[in-house]
């Protein structure tokens, strides 16, 4: 499974799953949006991950089993059999890591080998060699069992796990047969940093491993000095939410509509997000709730302030995910989904919305949703990076 299949299914309603196996990881991003570290121990119970992994058929499944942290690796053994699991009812997985298992035992505290350039950790040859660090056993099984196997990078991760490293071990992978990806972060389309990694994927892969790049935003370690989230748009004027799409498995094995860290770590759920809990219901339960809410049928066709600015008790004040923690208590704006979003019409209102969100493939989700100058590098082949007066990070 490709970059670009998985990116294009996003605005589906329970077309995939989002799996958090744990919250803890051995590396320690400045910009980490779970604030996850080696001794952050919130995780779902194991075996009620298998249960509810294990409720999905061949009638009733997600398209896409995502499994992500923290870091999914630190428990390969349970990846493996999630995905296992999710296989035989037809289901195909992706996993995200940050790679900690490709550091090489050179590596300085700063996250740079002796004598590599900072940021770029190759020596400044601009290409890998294969040796350096074998994957270790149990993680590759796990490798090889998921679909699509996607490496986060970006210039906190690389004082952590040198490019390099990264490099080498991604193209083992592919040499395993399993599809690869990068995702990479930054602060916005001026980033020098995103500009120089772009253009080493694209010398060291020949342009045949294709990005999703997204943008650093104010959760987790990254609250205090990143970009502030976007404020709402205009009521008047419907803004869909394709994030409302695929349910969530937080790290207590709440199941949530909404991928947003903040939301997903808030607690009480916001009642309009919350699906339920893997300990209690099977996934034909949580999928029924997320297809069948008019008031998240409506978050998806119009989203939160169109929302609550014409059926509720008015325009939200903060940002756009604010806004739609805020209708958790708003009976006016339930009503008005209801009377709008009830029925076989909402169902038809929601598939509506979802294709128009589709239309443009996974380049228009990436456009919408991410660093929407570096759109085109979702594809495999895809156009370069865009042009930049910055200096070149190395």
């Not at 991950?49 to 061949?58: D, I, K, P, T, Y």
């Not at 990479?184 to 342009?207: C, H, M, N, Q």
């Not at 803004?239 to 947003?260: E, I, Q, T, Y």
Request: hydrophobic fraction near 40%; include cysteine.
């Amino acid at each position: 499974m490709e970059l670009a299949e998985l990116v294009s299914r996003r605005p589906y309603p329970a077309a995939g799953l989002l799996l958090g196996l744990t919250r803890r990881c051995p590396l320690r991003c400045a910009h980490c949006s779970t604030g996850s570290d080696l001794f952050a121990r919130e995780e779902p119970d194991a075996g009620q991950l298998e249960r509810f992994v294990g409720s999905f058929n061949e009638e009733n499944r997600p398209d896409v089993v995502m499994l992500t942290g923290g870091e999914p690796l630190l428990l390969p053994a349970l990846a493996e059999r999630l995905s296992v699991l999710a296989h035989r009812a037809g289901s195909r997985t992706a996993l995200l890591s940050g790679m900690f298992f490709a550091r090489s035992g050179n590596t300085r505290p700063d996250g740079n080998r002796p004598g590599s350039h900072r940021g770029r950790g190759d020596g400044g040859t601009g290409r890998t060699g294969r040796g350096g660090k074998a994957i270790p056993p149990a993680i590759l099984r796990a490798i090889r069992s998921v679909d699509h196997f996607s490496a986060s990078l970006d210039v906190h991760h690389e004082r952590e796990v040198p490019r390099a490293d990264v490099f080498r071990a991604l193209h083992r992978i592919r040499d395993e047969g399993v599809a690869v990806s990068f995702h990479l972060t930054g602060t916005g389309a001026s980033d020098p940093y995103l500009a120089d990694i772009t253009r080493a994927v694209e010398k060291e892969f020949g342009g045949r491993v294709p990005c999703l790049v997204n943008e650093v935003r104010p959760f987790g370690r990254a609250a205090s000095w990143a970009r502030p989230a976007r404020i709402g748009p205009d009521p008047a004027v419907a803004s869909p939410c394709s994030m409302a799409a695929w349910p969530v498995v937080a790290f207590d094995g709440r199941v949530l509509a909404c991928c947003n860290q903040d939301t997903v770590d808030q607690r009480p759920v916001p009642a309009h997000l919350d699906l339920g809990h893997i300990g209690v219901d099977d996934w034909a339960t949580v999928r029924h709730r997320a297809l069948e809410s008019p008031v998240l049928r409506m978050l998806r066709a119009v989203g939160p302030a169109h929302l609550a600015a014409r059926y509720g008790s008015g325009p939200p004040a903060g940002s756009y995910c604010d806004g739609c923690r805020a209708l958790g208590g708003d009976e006016a704006a339930a009503a008005g989904a209801l009377a709008v979003a009830g029925g076989a019409a909402g169902a038809l209102l929601d598939l509506t919305a979802a294709v128009r969100g589709a239309r443009e493939g996974a380049q228009g989700v990436v456009r919408r949703h991410g660093c929407a100058e570096y759109a085109p590098l979702v594809v495999a082949g895809g156009a370069p990076a865009p042009e930049t007066d910055a200096p070149d990070v190395r």
